[in-house]
C-alpha cells in the first residue's frame, strides 16, 4: 500500500510541472479573442500544429471562430509573438 502511496504521489508531481511549449502557447493565445459564446480551443498539440475545438451551438459558429482565428495569426504571426512576449 506504501509503495502505491509514493507511485500515486510522484504520477501527481510530475503532472503538476508539466508545461505548455511555446507553440502550444501562442495558438490558445491567438485564439482566446476568438472564442467565447459556445466556441474553444480544448486542445493544443506540441507543436502547434493539431488543435481542436469545441463548438457547441453558441452564438458564434465554427466558421466565424476559424476566420477570427486566422486573422489573429495573420496579425501577429509567431515569431512576433515570441518576440512580444519575451521568449
Known sequence: MKLVSIAL???????????NTPQ???VYDMARPCEGNGVRIAYVS?????????????AHTW????RCFSDQMKAQPYKEWLKATGR
Open 9 to 19: 504521489a510522484l504520477l501527481l508531481t510530475s503532472c503538476a510541472t508539466i508545461q
Open 46 to 58: 506540441p507543436d502547434g500544429k493539431d488543435w481542436r475545438g469545441h463548438w457547441q451551438g453558441g
Open 63 to 66: 466558421p466565424e471562430f476559424q
Open 24 to 26: 502550444q502557447d501562442y
